[in-house]
Nanobody
Framework: QVQLVESGGGVVQPGGSLRLSCAAS????????LGWHRQAPEKARELVAY????????NFANSLKGRFTISRDNAKNTVYLQLNNLKPEDTATYYC????????WGQGTQVTVSS
């Protein structure tokens, strides 16, 4: 079955960086658009970015362009999210998603930005 397992979250100071990873299985990874979303406490889940199956096209939330980068390695069945110049408002649980049928989600990885 489809599985998405995120990792790489943690606690970081403002201005710091993290790289999140999402290991996927149970489907043909190179055929599928993948995404990252995030959800802060008491807020709705929001889009961070999508990346097309070949990694040619990406789509970011406007407010995050320039600080975050999405990439994928189809040989490793893994999608990444590089987070740079982190701000306290980036604190959230970050979820990986696969655009298959109704959509699949991982369990999330927590990112906390705090001094």
């Amino acid at each position: 079955q489809v599985q998405l397992v995120e990792s790489g979250g943690g606690v970081v100071q403002p201005g710091g960086s993290l790289r999140l990873s999402c290991a996927a299985s149970g489907f043909t990874f190179s055929d599928i658009t993948l995404g990252w979303h995030r959800q802060a406490p008491e807020k709705a889940r929001e889009l961070v970015a999508y990346i097309s199956n070949a990694g040619v096209s990406t789509n970011f939330a406007n407010s995050l362009k320039g600080r975050f980068t999405i990439s994928r390695d189809n040989a490793k069945n893994t999608v990444y999210l590089q987070l740079n110049n982190l701000k306290p408002e980036d604190t959230a649980t970050y979820y990986c998603s696969a655009l298959i049928g109704p959509g699949y989600w991982g369990q999330g990885t927590q990112v906390t930005v705090s001094s």
